[in-house]
C-alpha cells in the first residue's frame, strides 16, 4: 500500500471522493464535515451543523453538492461553492446510517436505525419511496450503477436487493404528472410496486455492516459481524452465495470491489486493511494499523485511489505503484506494458512490442536500466518485502514480430536495483546493501562495500550515485572511492542530461540540479509530489507535478508551463512538445507554450537579441514577467509589458527613465508621483523637471531654493512677489534674504509689526535714511530704541557667477541594450519638454495663482522659465543631455570602446576593490581579515590555524580589531563622511598589495602582563584570571615580524595558561568547606597544586632573551 494521504482528526464514519477535482469528503463522529485537497494536503472546507456523529456522506456526480445524514435524523444538501447547507430533509426517526446521490436520477438514497430505506427527490425535496422490510438497524443501502436496483444490508443478518423500476416509470417517465413527481402522494408505504424486494441474500450469522454493487458485473459483496466477506452472484431471477473470505478476526466495518481489477477491499475493527483475489478468493495483501479500528472504504470512481477511515483520521492510499517504468535512448523510448517491452520512436510515433516478459512475478517492474551498446535492458522488480526483490536480465531480439513477440528466456537473480555502469558491465545493489559488478552472464566479477546506500542510480560509465538517507554521493566504481556528495534528502529518480553535464536530483517534495561534479547549482521545493522530468535541448530541466508542468533553469528560475488534468510521466522534451506517458502506460503528446523560459534563458544567458526579438512578437504578459524583470534588474524591459500607468511609473523611476517618468507622472497627475519624480530629477541634476514638479505640488520653499541654488535670481524675484501675493510673510523674508534685499527685508519687518528688528536691519546694513525714519516712530517714554552692534557684519549672499542654464551633465554611458532599441517605441520616447507640454505642465502646476499677472513676462508660464534650455533638450533627448566633446578618464574610455565595438553600446565603468577586501586577498592572519572586517574568514582561519571553535568569547576582541582599522575624517561640509585605510607596508606597497596597519603589539600585551603580575601579587586572583585569559585570547590576533617576536608570544602563552591554571586552583581552594579531616585533605591537594603551577612557570634568568626580562614573573 502507498500512502498519498493522511489526516489526524476525530473518528471517520464516512468519506467521498470528488469524481472529477482532487477533493475528499469526510464525515466525522463529533459531527464536522471536512473538505479535503489530497493532491496539495490541504484543509480546504469544514461544515457544522450536525448535532452528533455524521455517518453518511457523498458528493454529487455533476452539481457541486454534496449530501450528508447524522445521528440527528437529519439529511442535509450542500452547495460545495456557497459553502452552506440548501435544505434539509425530514422524516427518519432514528440515526441515518448512509446516504447516496443516485448517479442520474435527481434522487437521495438514506439508510437508518428506524428500520427504513427512503429514497427523496432533492429537486422537490419529499421523500417519494419508503422500503420497508428489515426488521433491525438498516446498516447501508446503495444504488446499482447502472439498473434500477438497490442493496440494502442489515443487522438482520440479510442482505436485501429491491427493484425500483416501478418507481422509476411513475416518477420519471415522460407521462408523469406532475403531482406524482413532486410528492409522496398515491404512494402506499405498507406495499407496492414503485419498490419490491427482488432478492434476500441470507448467509452471514451475524448484522451485515455493507453491502455494495460491482461496477460492471452482477456481483454484490457484503462484510458482516460473522467477520467474513462474501460474494453474491445474481441474474434476473435468482442470487445466490459465490464464495466466502475469510481473515478478519473482528467485525467487518466495509468491503468494496476494486474499479478496475478483479479484486475486493475490507476493512475491519481487527485494525486491518485486507485485499483480496476475487477469482482466488485469497487474501492478497493486508495493511494494519497499530490502535485504530477501521470503519469505512471510499474507493475512486476513475483513479486508482482509495480511502479509509479509522478511530484518528484517514489515509488516502493505492495498492501499487502507478509510474511505467520507461527508459530513453536517442530517438527511442522502451517501456513496460501489460509483460511486454515496447518500444516507441519519437519520429515517427511507431509503437511495437519488441519481447514478451517473463511471467511468474506478482508485482509491476519498478524500473529499468537500458544498454544500448548490447541492446539490453535490466528490469528491477520490488517486493514489499524489499529483500524479495529481484531483477532480470534480456538482450532484446533484433527481428522481432510486433504482433507475436518473441519471449527471450531472461536472467533472474534477486537484488534491489541494477543498473548499467559500462558496455558488458552492470551494477547490483544486493539485499545486504553492497554492490555487486556483474558481467552480461550474470556473473559476478566485483564486489564493492559501500557505507549506508540504500538505492543506485546510473552516473556514466564507471560511475553510481549512492543514495543514503540524507545524502547523494558520487561513486567510481573502478577506483572504488567516493568523488563528491551533496546533501539531498531521500532521493527518488536522477535525470541526466543529454550531454551528462548536469543532473536533476528529485526526491519527494524538492529538486536539486547539480553539475557533473555534484555542485549543488539551485534547488526548488514543491508543495505537492514530484513525478518526473526530463531536459531540453536548450538546458531547460522540464518537469511534472501532481498538476502542473514546470520548468527549471540551472540560475534558480522556475514557473508553471501548463496544469494537469491527471499526473503524466514526462520521457523527452523537443522544441514545444511534451513526450510523456501517462498512469495506464499510453504514449501522449502534449503541447506547451516554451516562451517564458527561452525568454528567462535567453536573459540569464545575455543574449539580448533573442530577448528583444520575443519582446517584439511574443504575447508575455502577466505579473510574473514584470516581478521577474525587476528582480533580475531589468526594469527597462518589463517597461514594454506594462499598460497600467501607475505600474510604469514605479518601473520608470527604478530604471532611472525620467521620459517615461515625466509621461507617466502627467497621465496620473498625483502629488506623490510628481514628489517621486522632482526626487530622481534631482539626483540626476535634471532641474527643468525638478522645477515642473515643484510648481505641480505648490513646493514654494524648495522651489525657492532650487532657483538659489541654479543662480536664477530673475525666477527668484518672481517667487518673492508670489509669496507677498500669498501673504506668506516668511516665505517672502526668506526669498527677501536670499536675493539680499535689505530694502525690502525692512518693509516686511516694519508691515509686520517688528520696528525693532527693521530699525537694526536698516541700521547694520547702511539705510541711514530709513534707519532715522524707523527711529522717529520710538515713543522714549514706552519704547527702547535698540543698540547697533558696532561690529556686525553684513549678511550679503554671494551672486551667482555662472547661473546654471542647462542640466547638469551626466556621465557618458549609453541607454543600454534595451533602452537604445526600444527607445521611441510605446510611451518610452523622447522627453517631452517642447513649448506647447511645458506651458501646459506649468499652468496646471500653478492652478488658481496662475491668474496672478505679476508681470509682463508671464512668471507662472514654465515655459519662459525654461527658455532655451528647453528646445535644446528637446533636441538632444531631454534627459541624456550629455557634452559631446566631455574629456573621459582613460579607463572609462577603454571600457567604453571594449563594450562598444560588439555590442554598439558603452559599459559603464566597474567598481574597484575595496583595500579591506584586497586585505583579506593578500593576508592568511586572522586579524588581517577581522580589520578587514570580514568575521566569517577571520574565524575560519581561527578555526583552522589554532583550533577554535567557541567565538563567544573572541567578541569584543574581533569588533576592538575592526575598529582600529580605518580612520575617519570629514571632506566637505555637505558630504558624508570618508574613511581612510592606513596599511602597515605603505613604504614598499601599492594598492593591490596592501596589509592593514595592526593596532595591537607584542609590547602592549608584555605591559597587559606586567599589570597581570601586579594583581596576582595583591591577591586579586579572580581579576587577574580574567586578565591573563583576555592576553591569551589576543595572541592568536597579533602579527609579529620575527622569530624571537615569535618565541615570546609563544613564551606569553606558556605563562598566561600556567597562572591561570595556578590561580584557578588557588581561587577553588579558598572556596572549599574545610569541616570534615577529607575536605582538609581535599584542601591541601589542591593547594599543592596551585603552589606548583607558577613556579614551572619561571625560566632561568640566563636562558631568557633581554627582552623577555620584562615578561619575567613577580618575586
Same mark, same amino acid.
Given at each position: 500500500?502507498?500512502?498519498?494521504?493522511?489526516?489526524?482528526?476525530?473518528?471517520?464514519?464516512?468519506?467521498?471522493?470528488?469524481?472529477?477535482?482532487?477533493?475528499?469528503?469526510?464525515?466525522?463522529? $463529533?459531527?464536522?464535515?471536512?473538505?479535503?485537497?489530497?493532491?496539495?494536503?490541504?484543509?480546504?472546507?469544514?461544515?457544522?451543523?450536525?448535532?452528533?456523529?455524521?455517518?453518511?456522506?457523498?458528493?454529487?456526480?455533476?452539481?457541486?453538492?454534496?449530501?450528508?445524514?447524522?445521528?440527528?435524523?437529519?439529511?442535509?444538501?450542500?452547495?460545495?461553492?456557497?459553502?452552506?447547507?440548501?435544505?434539509?430533509?425530514?422524516?427518519?426517526?432514528?440515526?441515518?446510517?448512509?446516504?447516496?446521490?443516485?448517479?442520474?436520477?435527481?434522487?437521495?438514497?438514506?439508510?437508518?436505525?428506524? =428500520?427504513?430505506?427512503?429514497?427523496? $427527490?432533492?429537486?422537490?425535496?419529499?421523500?417519494?419511496?419508503?422500503?420497508?422490510?428489515?426488521?433491525?438497524?438498516?446498516?447501508?443501502?446503495?444504488?446499482?450503477?447502472?439498473?434500477?436496483?438497490?442493496?440494502?444490508?442489515?443487522?438482520?443478518?440479510?442482505?436485501?436487493?429491491?427493484?425500483?423500476?416501478?418507481?422509476?416509470?411513475?416518477?420519471?417517465?415522460?407521462?408523469?404528472?406532475?403531482?406524482?413527481?413532486?410528492?409522496?402522494?398515491?404512494? *402506499?408505504?405498507?406495499?407496492?410496486?414503485?419498490?419490491?424486494?427482488?432478492?434476500?441474500?441470507?448467509?452471514?450469522?451475524?448484522?451485515?455492516?455493507?453491502?455494495?454493487?460491482?461496477?460492471?458485473?452482477?456481483?454484490?459483496?457484503?462484510?458482516?459481524?460473522?467477520?467474513?466477506?462474501?460474494?453474491?452472484?445474481?441474474?434476473?431471477?435468482?442470487?445466490?452465495?459465490?464464495?466466502?473470505?475469510?481473515?478478519?478476526? $473482528?467485525?467487518?466495518?466495509?468491503?468494496?470491489?476494486?474499479?478496475?481489477? &478483479?479484486?475486493?477491499?475490507?476493512?475491519?475493527?481487527?485494525?486491518?486493511?485486507?485485499?483480496?483475489?476475487?477469482?482466488?478468493?485469497?487474501?492478497?495483501?493486508?495493511?494494519?494499523?497499530?490502535?485504530?479500528?477501521?470503519?469505512?472504504?471510499?474507493?475512486?470512481?476513475?483513479?486508482?485511489?482509495?480511502?479509509?477511515?479509522?478511530?484518528?483520521?484517514?489515509?488516502?492510499?493505492?495498492?501499487?505503484?502507478?509510474?511505467?517504468?520507461?527508459?530513453?535512448?536517442?530517438?527511442?523510448?522502451?517501456?513496460?506494458?501489460?509483460?511486454?517491452?515496447?518500444?516507441?520512436?519519437?519520429?515517427?510515433?511507431?509503437?511495437?512490442?519488441?519481447?514478451?516478459?517473463?511471467?511468474?512475478?506478482?508485482?509491476?517492474?519498478?524500473?529499468?536500466?537500458?544498454?544500448?551498446?548490447?541492446?539490453?535492458?535490466?528490469?528491477?522488480?520490488?517486493?514489499?518485502?524489499?529483500?524479495?526483490?529481484?531483477?532480470?536480465?534480456?538482450?532484446?531480439?533484433?527481428?522481432?514480430?510486433?504482433?507475436?513477440?518473441?519471449?527471450?528466456?531472461?536472467?533472474?537473480?534477486?537484488?534491489?536495483?541494477?543498473?548499467?555502469?559500462?558496455?558488458?558491465?552492470?551494477?547490483?545493489?544486493?539485499?545486504?546493501?553492497?554492490?555487486?559488478?556483474?558481467?552480461?552472464?550474470?556473473?559476478?566479477?566485483?564486489?564493492?562495500?559501500?557505507?549506508?546506500?540504500?538505492?543506485?542510480?546510473?552516473?556514466?560509465?564507471?560511475?553510481?550515485?549512492?543514495?543514503?538517507?540524507?545524502?547523494?554521493?558520487?561513486?567510481?566504481?573502478?577506483?572504488?572511492?567516493?568523488?563528491?556528495?551533496?546533501?539531498?534528502?531521500?532521493?527518488?529518480?536522477?535525470?541526466?542530461?543529454? *550531454?551528462?553535464?548536469?543532473?536533476?536530483?528529485?526526491?519527494?517534495?524538492?529538486?536539486?540540479?547539480?553539475?557533473?561534479?555534484?555542485?549543488?547549482?539551485?534547488?526548488?521545493?514543491?508543495?505537492?509530489?514530484?513525478?518526473?522530468?526530463?531536459? *531540453?535541448?536548450?538546458?531547460?530541466?522540464?518537469?511534472?507535478?501532481?498538476?502542473?508542468?514546470?520548468?527549471?533553469?540551472?540560475?534558480?528560475?522556475?514557473?508553471?508551463?501548463?496544469?494537469?488534468?491527471?499526473?503524466?510521466?514526462?520521457?523527452?522534451?523537443?522544441?514545444?512538445?511534451?513526450?510523456?506517458?501517462?498512469?495506464?502506460?499510453?504514449?501522449?503528446?502534449?503541447?506547451?507554450?516554451?516562451?517564458?523560459?527561452?525568454?528567462?534563458?535567453?536573459?540569464?544567458?545575455?543574449?539580448?537579441?533573442?530577448?528583444?526579438?520575443?519582446?517584439? $512578437?511574443?504575447?508575455?504578459?502577466? =505579473?510574473?514577467?514584470?516581478?521577474?524583470?525587476?528582480?533580475?534588474?531589468?526594469?527597462?524591459?518589463?517597461?514594454?509589458?506594462?499598460?497600467?500607468?501607475?505600474?510604469?511609473?514605479?518601473?520608470?523611476?527604478?530604471?532611472?527613465?525620467?521620459?517615461?517618468?515625466?509621461?507617466?507622472?502627467?497621465?496620473?497627475?498625483?502629488?506623490?508621483?510628481?514628489?517621486?519624480?522632482?526626487?530622481?530629477?534631482?539626483?540626476?541634476?535634471?532641474?527643468?523637471?525638478?522645477?515642473?514638479?515643484?510648481?505641480?505640488?505648490?513646493?514654494?520653499?524648495?522651489?525657492?531654493?532650487?532657483?538659489?541654488?541654479?543662480?536664477?535670481? &530673475?525666477?527668484?524675484?518672481?517667487?518673492?512677489?508670489?509669496? &507677498?501675493?500669498?501673504?506668506?510673510?516668511?516665505?517672502?523674508?526668506?526669498?527677501?534674504?536670499?536675493?539680499?534685499?535689505?530694502?525690502?527685508?525692512?518693509?516686511?519687518?516694519?508691515?509686520?509689526?517688528?520696528?525693532?528688528?527693521?530699525?537694526?536691519?536698516?541700521?547694520?546694513?547702511?539705510?541711514?535714511?530709513?534707519?532715522?525714519?524707523?527711529?522717529?516712530?520710538?515713543?522714549?517714554?514706552?519704547?527702547?530704541?535698540?543698540?547697533?552692534?558696532?561690529?556686525?557684519?553684513?549678511?550679503?549672499?554671494?551672486?551667482?557667477?555662472?547661473?546654471?542654464?542647462?542640466?547638469?551633465?551626466?556621465?557618458?554611458?549609453?541607454?543600454?541594450?534595451?533602452?537604445?532599441?526600444?527607445?521611441?517605441?510605446?510611451?518610452?520616447?523622447?522627453?517631452?519638454?517642447?513649448?506647447?507640454?511645458?506651458?501646459?505642465?506649468?499652468?496646471?502646476?500653478?492652478?488658481?495663482?496662475?491668474?496672478?499677472?505679476?508681470?509682463?513676462?508671464?512668471?507662472?508660464?514654465?515655459?519662459?522659465?525654461?527658455?532655451?534650455?528647453?528646445?535644446?533638450?528637446?533636441?538632444?533627448?531631454?534627459?541624456?543631455?550629455?557634452?559631446?566633446?566631455?574629456?573621459?578618464?582613460?579607463?572609462?574610455?577603454?571600457?567604453?570602446?571594449?563594450?562598444?565595438?560588439?555590442?554598439?553600446?558603452?559599459?559603464?565603468?566597474?567598481?574597484?576593490?575595496?583595500?579591506? =577586501?584586497?586585505?583579506?586577498?593578500?593576508?592568511?592572519?586572522?586579524?588581517?581579515?577581522?580589520?578587514?572586517?570580514?568575521?566569517?574568514?577571520?574565524?575560519?582561519?581561527?578555526?583552522?590555524?589554532?583550533?577554535?571553535?567557541?567565538?563567544?568569547?573572541?567578541?569584543?576582541?574581533?569588533?576592538?580589531?575592526?575598529?582600529?582599522?580605518?580612520?575617519?575624517?570629514?571632506?566637505?561640509?555637505?558630504?558624508?563622511?570618508?574613511?581612510?585605510?592606513?596599511?602597515?607596508?605603505?613604504?614598499?606597497?601599492?594598492?593591490?598589495?596592501?596589509?592593514?596597519?595592526?593596532?595591537?603589539?607584542?609590547?602592549?600585551?608584555?605591559?597587559?602582563?606586567?599589570?597581570?603580575?601586579?594583581?596576582?601579587?595583591?591577591?586579586?586572583?579572580?581579576?587577574?584570571?580574567?586578565?591573563?585569559?583576555?592576553?591569551?585570547?589576543?595572541?592568536?590576533?597579533?602579527?609579529?615580524?620575527?622569530?624571537?617576536?615569535?618565541?615570546?608570544?609563544?613564551?606569553?602563552?606558556?605563562?598566561?595558561?600556567?597562572?591561570?591554571?595556578?590561580?584557578?586552583?588557588?581561587?577553588?581552594?579558598?572556596?572549599?568547606?574545610?569541616?570534615?579531616?577529607?575536605?582538609?585533605?581535599?584542601?591541601?591537594?589542591?593547594?599543592?597544586?596551585?603552589?606548583?603551577?607558577?613556579?614551572?612557570?619561571?625560566?632561568?634568568?640566563?636562558?631568557?632573551?633581554?627582552?623577555?626580562?620584562?615578561?619575567?614573573?613577580?618575586?
Amino acid at each position: 500500500m502507498l500512502t498519498k494521504f493522511e489526516t489526524k482528526s476525530a473518528r471517520v464514519k464516512g468519506l467521498s471522493f470528488h469524481s472529477k477535482r482532487p477533493w475528499i469528503l469526510a464525515s466525522l463522529h $463529533n459531527g464536522v464535515i471536512q473538505l479535503w485537497d489530497y493532491r496539495m494536503c490541504t484543509l480546504i472546507d469544514k461544515f457544522d451543523e450536525h448535532d452528533g456523529p455524521v455517518r453518511g456522506i457523498d458528493f454529487h456526480k455533476q452539481q457541486p453538492l454534496f449530501v450528508s445524514g447524522g445521528d440527528d435524523y437529519k439529511i442535509k444538501v450542500w452547495n460545495y461553492k456557497l459553502r452552506r447547507c440548501l435544505f434539509t430533509l425530514l422524516g427518519h426517526l432514528d440515526y441515518i446510517r448512509t446516504t447516496f446521490f443516485h448517479h442520474e436520477y435527481p434522487w437521495i438514497l438514506s439508510a437508518s436505525d428506524d =428500520q427504513t430505506i427512503r429514497i427523496w $427527490n432533492w429537486q422537490s425535496r419529499t421523500c417519494v419511496c419508503v422500503l420497508t422490510g428489515h426488521n433491525h438497524y438498516v446498516m447501508c443501502a446503495q444504488f446499482h450503477p447502472s439498473e434500477d436496483l438497490v442493496v440494502s444490508a442489515s443487522l438482520d443478518q440479510t442482505v436485501r436487493v429491491w427493484d425500483i423500476s416501478g418507481l422509476r416509470k411513475k416518477n420519471l417517465s415522460p407521462g408523469a404528472v406532475e403531482s406524482d413527481v413532486r410528492g409522496i402522494s398515491g404512494v *402506499d408505504l405498507f406495499g407496492t410496486t414503485d419498490a419490491v424486494v427482488k432478492y434476500v441474500l441470507e448467509g452471514h450469522d451475524r448484522g451485515v455492516n455493507w453491502a455494495t454493487f460491482h461496477p460492471t458485473m452482477a456481483l454484490i459483496v457484503s462484510g458482516a459481524d460473522d467477520r467474513q466477506v462474501k460474494i453474491w452472484r445474481m441474474n434476473d431471477v435468482k442470487a445466490w452465495e459465490v464464495d466466502t473470505c475469510r481473515g478478519h478476526y $473482528n467485525n467487518v466495518s466495509c468491503a468494496a470491489f476494486h474499479p478496475r481489477q &478483479e479484486l475486493i477491499l475490507s476493512n475491519s475493527e481487527d485494525k486491518s486493511i485486507r485485499v483480496w483475489d476475487m477469482s482466488k478468493r485469497t487474501g492478497v495483501q493486508t495493511f494494519r494499523r497499530d490502535h485504530d479500528r477501521f470503519w469505512v472504504l471510499g474507493a475512486h470512481p476513475n483513479l486508482n485511489l482509495f480511502a479509509a477511515g479509522h478511530d484518528s483520521g484517514m489515509i488516502v492510499f493505492k495498492l501499487e505503484r502507478e509510474r511505467p517504468a520507461y527508459a530513453v535512448h536517442g530517438n527511442a523510448l522502451f517501456y513496460v506494458k501489460d509483460r511486454f517491452l515496447r518500444q516507441l520512436d519519437f519520429h515517427s510515433s511507431k509503437d511495437v512490442a519488441v519481447m514478451q516478459l517473463r511471467s511468474g512475478s506478482k508485482f509491476p517492474v519498478f524500473s529499468m536500466s537500458y544498454n544500448p551498446a548490447e541492446n539490453a535492458v535490466l528490469l528491477c522488480t520490488r517486493a514489499s518485502n524489499l529483500e524479495n526483490s529481484t531483477y532480470d536480465l534480456y538482450s532484446i531480439p533484433k527481428d522481432s514480430d510486433s504482433q507475436n513477440p518473441d519471449a527471450p528466456e531472461g536472467k533472474r537473480s534477486s537484488g534491489l536495483t541494477a543498473v548499467w555502469v559500462a558496455r558488458n558491465r552492470f551494477a547490483v545493489l544486493d539485499r545486504m546493501h553492497s554492490i555487486l559488478i556483474k558481467n552480461l552472464k550474470n556473473e559476478i566479477t566485483k564486489k564493492v562495500q559501500v557505507p549506508n546506500c540504500d538505492e543506485i542510480f546510473y552516473a556514466g560509465t564507471g560511475n553510481l550515485l549512492l543514495r543514503d538517507a540524507d545524502s547523494i554521493t558520487l561513486f567510481d566504481v573502478q577506483q572504488k572511492r567516493s568523488l563528491s556528495s551533496v546533501k539531498i534528502c531521500k532521493v527518488k529518480y536522477v535525470v541526466w542530461s543529454g *550531454d551528462m553535464t548536469h543532473v536533476a536530483l528529485l526526491s519527494k517534495h524538492a529538486i536539486m540540479i547539480c553539475n557533473r561534479k555534484l555542485e549543488s547549482l539551485c534547488s526548488i521545493h514543491e508543495n505537492i509530489r514530484v513525478k518526473s522530468g526530463a531536459w *531540453d535541448e536548450s538546458g531547460v530541466f522540464i518537469y511534472t507535478t501532481s498538476n502542473h508542468i514546470k520548468y527549471a533553469l540551472i540560475s534558480g528560475d522556475h514557473g508553471i508551463i501548463r496544469t494537469l488534468d491527471l499526473p503524466i510521466y514526462v520521457t523527452r522534451v523537443k522544441g514545444n512538445s511534451v513526450y510523456c506517458l501517462d498512469r495506464d502506460c499510453r504514449p501522449r503528446v502534449l503541447t506547451i507554450d516554451p516562451t517564458e523560459f527561452k525568454f528567462k534563458l535567453a536573459l540569464v544567458n545575455r543574449k539580448y537579441d533573442e530577448v528583444l526579438h520575443m519582446v517584439r $512578437n511574443a504575447k508575455l504578459v502577466g =505579473q510574473s514577467i514584470i516581478a521577474y524583470l525587476q528582480k533580475k534588474g531589468y526594469p527597462e524591459v518589463a517597461l514594454h509589458f506594462v499598460k497600467d500607468e501607475k505600474t510604469r511609473f514605479s518601473l520608470a523611476l527604478e530604471c532611472g527613465n525620467l521620459e517615461i517618468a515625466l509621461d507617466a507622472a502627467k497621465a496620473l497627475d498625483e502629488k506623490g508621483c510628481w514628489e517621486k519624480l522632482g526626487e530622481l530629477a534631482l539626483l540626476q541634476g535634471n532641474h527643468q523637471i525638478v522645477e515642473m514638479c515643484y510648481q505641480r505640488t505648490k513646493n514654494f520653499d524648495k522651489l525657492s531654493f532650487l532657483y538659489l541654488i541654479t543662480g536664477n535670481l &530673475e525666477k527668484l524675484r518672481k517667487m518673492m512677489k508670489i509669496a &507677498e501675493i500669498r501673504k506668506d510673510m516668511s516665505g517672502h523674508y526668506q526669498n527677501a534674504l536670499y536675493l539680499g534685499d535689505v530694502g525690502e527685508r525692512v518693509r516686511i519687518l516694519k508691515n509686520c509689526g517688528q520696528k525693532s528688528l527693521a530699525y537694526l536691519t536698516a541700521a547694520t546694513h547702511g539705510l541711514d535714511e530709513e534707519a532715522e525714519a524707523l527711529r522717529a516712530t520710538f515713543d522714549p517714554e514706552k519704547e527702547t530704541v535698540p543698540e547697533i552692534d558696532p561690529e556686525a557684519q553684513l549678511l550679503q549672499p554671494p551672486p551667482p557667477v555662472m547661473p546654471l542654464d542647462t542640466n547638469w551633465p551626466l556621465l557618458t554611458v549609453s541607454k543600454g541594450y534595451f533602452e537604445g532599441n526600444m527607445a521611441g517605441r510605446g510611451k518610452g520616447g523622447q522627453l517631452a519638454v517642447d513649448q506647447v507640454a511645458m506651458e501646459s505642465a506649468g499652468t496646471g502646476g500653478w492652478e488658481e495663482d496662475t491668474e496672478l499677472l505679476l508681470d509682463e513676462d508671464g512668471f507662472v508660464d514654465a515655459a519662459d522659465g525654461f527658455g532655451e534650455e528647453a528646445a535644446r533638450a528637446t533636441e538632444e533627448g531631454g534627459g541624456w543631455d550629455v557634452e559631446e566633446d566631455l574629456d573621459l578618464p582613460p579607463e572609462l574610455e577603454l571600457a567604453a570602446s571594449g563594450g562598444g565595438s560588439s555590442d554598439g553600446f558603452f559599459v559603464s565603468p566597474s567598481r574597484g576593490s575595496s583595500p579591506a =577586501q584586497v586585505w583579506c586577498n593578500n593576508s592568511q592572519l586572522p586579524v588581517d581579515h577581522l580589520v578587514a572586517g570580514s568575521f566569517e574568514t577571520a574565524a575560519r582561519l581561527l578555526h583552522d590555524q589554532v583550533g577554535v571553535t567557541n567565538f563567544g568569547p573572541f567578541k569584543n576582541l574581533f569588533l576592538q580589531s575592526f575598529a582600529r582599522g580605518r580612520s575617519v575624517f570629514q571632506a566637505l561640509p555637505c558630504l558624508p563622511a570618508m574613511y581612510g585605510y592606513p596599511q602597515r607596508n605603505w613604504k614598499d606597497a601599492g594598492l593591490k598589495s596592501g596589509l592593514p596597519a595592526v593596532g595591537l603589539k607584542l609590547a602592549d600585551l608584555i605591559q597587559r602582563l606586567q599589570l597581570c603580575y601586579q594583581l596576582t601579587t595583591s591577591g586579586k586572583f579572580e581579576e587577574a584570571v580574567e586578565r591573563f585569559r583576555a592576553i591569551l585570547l589576543s595572541v592568536p590576533l597579533l602579527e609579529v615580524e620575527s622569530k624571537q617576536e615569535i618565541a615570546e608570544a609563544q613564551q606569553l602563552i606558556t605563562i598566561c595558561r600556567e597562572y591561570i591554571v595556578g590561580l584557578s586552583m588557588e581561587s577553588e581552594r579558598k572556596r572549599l568547606p574545610k569541616d570534615t579531616l577529607e575536605q582538609q585533605k581535599r584542601i591541601c591537594e589542591v593547594g599543592l597544586g596551585s603552589a606548583i603551577a607558577p613556579s614551572a612557570v619561571r625560566p632561568p634568568v640566563s636562558s631568557r632573551p633581554l627582552s623577555a626580562l620584562s615578561i619575567s614573573s613577580p618575586p
